[in-house]
């Protein structure tokens, strides 16, 4: 196995055409359009930092900032931004250009966990990343901090679940817009 490989070795720029047929009724582009193709371009770069096939394991914050429009070209940016023993979390930029106004929005930026797997299929260790510059550090650090607060979340869900009482329960649906019937 390659000991360590830089981001710019993995990484890939996927551009599509926004076609009628990717269209909800409302006219706009559907999210799952979007995410498969954030799916394609985060196992296209995992799999070229790591030489394996490659599972998603995690997708984290997917938020549609901005509508898509049909005729528009989309593209995603994706660069490995960490790698654990056998994990690799890909950061993708979405962008998206109206050819004609020459309008550009960013529409969104995810980080999708990938594994890769060895010819037994299971996790096998993946090339270090070579950190070159500040960006390479600055991302590799916050991926660090954002195990840490996924953790750190999971953690304080599972303790606040272990401890609800009714009443408790009571109080913080007092104002939100549902009706309990038991
Ligand atoms: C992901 C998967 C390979 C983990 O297998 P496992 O035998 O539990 O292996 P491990 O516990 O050693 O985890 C392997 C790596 O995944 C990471 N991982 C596991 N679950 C994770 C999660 N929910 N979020 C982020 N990383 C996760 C671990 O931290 C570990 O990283 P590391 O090797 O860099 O330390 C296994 O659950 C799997 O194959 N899942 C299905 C993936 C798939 O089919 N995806 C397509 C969508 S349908």
Same mark, same amino acid.
Not at 82 to 88: A, I, L, P
Not at 119 to 129: G, I, R
Not at 135 to 142: C, G, K, L, P, S
Not at 154 to 165: A, G, Q, R, V
């Given at each position: ?23 909800? @009724? ?5 999210? %799952?359009? +979007?995410? *498969? $193709?954030?799916?394609? #371009?985060? /196992?296209?770069?995992? &799999? ?15 938020? @549609? ?5 049909? %005729?528009? +070209?989309? *593209? $995603?940016?994706?660069? #490995?931004? /960490?790698?654990?023993? &056998? ?96």
């Amino acid at each position: 196995m390659i000991e360590a490989r830089n981001a710019s070795f993995s990484r890939v720029t996927i551009t599509e055409l926004m076609i009628p047929s990717y269209a909800n @009724f409302g006219g706009k582009i559907h999210g %799952g359009i +979007l995410l *498969s $193709l954030m799916d394609k #371009v985060a /196992y296209a770069t995992a &799999s070229k930092h790591s030489g394996a096939y490659c599972v998603t394991v995690s997708v984290d914050t997917v938020d @549609f900032l901005q509508p898509v429009e049909v %005729g528009e +070209l989309v *593209s $995603l940016k994706a660069s #490995v931004n /960490y790698v654990g023993n &056998s994990s690799m979390i890909i950061g993708i930029k979405v962008i998206s250009e109206n050819v004609k106004t020459g309008e550009v929005k960013h529409t969104n930026t995810c980080y999708f966990t990938m594994v890769a797997k060895g010819d037994d299929d299971k996790p096998t260790t993946v090339p270090k990343l070579i950190l070159e510059n500040k960006t390479d550090v600055r991302r590799f650090v916050e991926a660090i901090y954002r195990k840490g607060f996924k953790k750190e979340y999971e953690s304080n869900l599972y303790e606040i679940k272990k401890s609800w009482d009714k009443q408790e329960i009571k109080s913080l649906l007092a104002n939100e817009r549902c009706i309990i019937e038991f």
